[in-house]
């Protein structure tokens, strides 16, 4: 089963435009990790935050932590067209650090 | 530094057949797991090992699905026989140990016909 579920399922905006997606996951977690797909292509592992941290930055990446709703944000600033993708979150909430994906946030940066 | 490697990049069969993936984590990565994805789904773990010795397989269906780590290096990948709800992407990761950001190879698609 899948923990976390991404929002929207699919975000289209224009280059230099904000895109936010948001995690909403059910169980207590040990971190949260952040990740973006090409198609086509394997994972790449974007940002992770700790159960303990509320905010975390890393270049143009935002991303927040609310432990108290079970959820989490990634804000991609000035978007570019290479940020096409799809950008899954996956929670780390048991004893072996077994990584549980959502569906993922299909975005779509128009030049 | 390489990055986890591969192969085969696409594989077709036919339902009953069989068919091995190989995976070659980064260099000193003691962590490997096995992901199935889905068209239109997140990774979902299948395997993980840490060294040689399995750590979680929960969601592995083992009637069809062997996978080993010799030596705690490479591993291979094998479905013995395959269904067609095989169809997906099957994904390879590594990372330093278990906990922190994993590293993706690109996959091998399989098709069931």
Known sequence: ?111 | EAGVAQSPRYKIIEKRQSVAFWCNPISGHATLYWYQQILGQGPKLLIQFQNNGVVDDSQLPKDRFSAERLKGVDSTLKIQPAKLEDSAVYLCASSPDSGGAQHFGDGTRLSIL
Request: proline share 2%; hydrophobic share 30%; charged share 20%.
């Open chain 1, 1 to 111: 089963s899948q923990q976390g579920e991404e929002d929207p399922q699919a975000l289209s905006i224009q280059e230099g435009e904000n895109a936010t997606m948001n995690c909403s996951y059910k169980t207590s977690i040990n971190n949260l990790q952040w990740y973006r797909q090409n198609s086509g292509r394997g994972l790449v592992h974007l940002i992770l935050i700790r159960s303990n941290e509320r905010e975390k930055h890393s270049g143009r990446l935002r991303v927040t932590l609310d432990t108290s709703k079970k959820s989490s944000s990634l804000l991609i600033t000035a978007s570019r067209a290479a940020d096409t993708a799809s950008y899954f979150c996956a929670t780390d909430g048991g004893s072996n650090y077994k990584l549980t994906f959502g569906k993922g946030t299909l975005l779509t940066v128009n030049p």
